[in-house]
């Protein structure tokens, strides 16, 4: 008997509640079983049923229709979303990704059966009964990754387990059980048929685990490295201890990563991450670059703000030291200014005492305008600008 008490789990078992008073079979499923059993926090409830979507929709009175293809529906309960999917198994795998459909069952035991890993494949009811078929539980107190049946065909129906394995292993601390580990590297070659976004999304999360170093040799052992976008040249980098837990965020670890390719932005392009995750890690390799050739100082603080930690994060990580936020923080409450908005004058101003047409001129003006105030050559004063653009202007 497994405890489910708790304020995370009050909805959850309410809606578990729901569907058992009207007659149907329901259990938690998933990754909320597997953390609960690993004492993690739970935030992600998946519930199986033998409710058919069209039933799950009379029962509650918000449900989205996220993925009726796959019987799956969202119920909102009391602020909560909850993945409530029909008990199912899978037809034939058509493109090493996809079912090309789904046959609803009457138990949970197809259900589990048709899942990808040991450890994701136990279901728990509202009395904290687990059903453990496959020797999930085991494989927890073992800390091994296993696929659930044949490793080969699980990862031929869906090439995406290969890499969803090494991701579990690295916020797990697990290691691949040995017939899972040959299948991955037998079949490392189908990742090729997965689309670049979603190799993207299982990248992210291997990158933010403890085991991160191990997984990314794992990659490496296995081969796989040389089906993801651009890794295949950086065996070296992949297999080499440094300690990325000094990294916060994805744009500090894609920063990382991408600082090892010859064109970090075309290797982030490969990737497919958006605009705006590109330009992050652009800045923060370029203020880091720069950092390494003068140090920090009043000028590469304010290029680097607000990302001057991170960047300090990102040259620990490439120094292989422990990075020194103590000396940003220092150099950050000395400076006069910390954005261009904080300038007493604008490109109005400068336009207006000039006299003169806007132009590239006044993007010059206000970029050395900055670089006098933060080096206190000047003050953040009307008067003292005036008389520093009139000497610019003239040289």
Not at 93 to 104: A, L, N
Request: hydrophobic content about 40%.
């Amino acid at each position: 008997m497994i405890c489910l008490k708790g304020e995370a789990f009050k909805p959850c078992l309410e809606v578990l509640e729901v569907l058992t008073n009207a007659g149907y079979d329901a259990f938690l499923v998933g990754g909320a079983v597997r953390n609960k059993l690993l004492g993690l926090p739970v935030s992600d409830f998946d519930l199986a049923t033998s409710a058919k979507p069209a039933e799950v929709v009379q029962l509650f009175d918000k449900v989205i229709p996220t993925g009726l293809e796959h019987g799956t529906v969202t119920v909102m309960y009391l602020g909560e979303a909850f993945e409530v999917t029909t008990f199912r198994e899978d037809k034939k795998y058509t493109d090493f990704r996809h079912p090309s459909g789904v046959s609803y069952l009457g138990s949970i035991e197809g259900d589990l059966a048709r899942r990808d890993f040991t450890i994701n494949s136990m279901a728990l009811s509202k009395e904290g009964d687990l059903i453990d078929l496959h020797g999930g539980q085991k494989d927890l107190s073992c800390k091994l990754i296993r696929t659930v049946g044949n490793p080969a065909d699980r990862f031929k129906e869906d090439a995406l387990r290969m890499l969803r394995a090494i991701r579990f292993l690295s916020k797990l601390v697990f290691s691949l059980d040995t017939k899972t580990e040959e299948a991955l590297t037998e079949n490392a070659h189908l990742l090729k048929h997965v689309a670049i976004e979603r190799l993207q999304t299982e990248f992210s999360k291997l990158m933010e685990g403890k085991a991160v170093n191990l997984a990314l040799k794992q990659l490496v052992f296995c081969r796989v490295h040389h089906y993801l976008p651009g890794l295949s040249q950086m065996a070296s980098t992949l297999t080499k201890d440094v300690d990325l837990s000094l990294l916060e965020t994805d744009s500090e670890r894609w920063a990382w990563l991408s600082s090892h390719a010859d064109q970090p932005v075309s290797f982030l392009k490969e990737w497919r991450l958006s605009n705006n995750s590109i330009k992050q890690a652009e800045h923060l390799i370029t203020v880091s670059l720069e950092v390494q050739r003068e140090g920090w100082n009043n000028r590469t603080v304010y290029d680097a703000l607000p990302d001057a930690k991170a960047c300090e994060r990102l040259l620990a990580v490439m120094e292989q030291r422990n990075p020194n936020l103590t000396e940003i923080d220092r150099i950050t409450s000395k400076l006069p200014i910390t954005s261009r908005a904080m300038l007493v004058v604008t490109g109005d101003d400068l336009i207006s005492w000039e006299q003169s047409k806007p132009g590239p001129w006044v993007g010059e003006a206000l970029r050395g305008i900055e670089l006098a105030v933060i080096t206190e050559k000047i003050k953040n004063e009307k008067s003292s600008i005036r008389r520093w653009l009139k000497q610019w202007r003239t040289q």
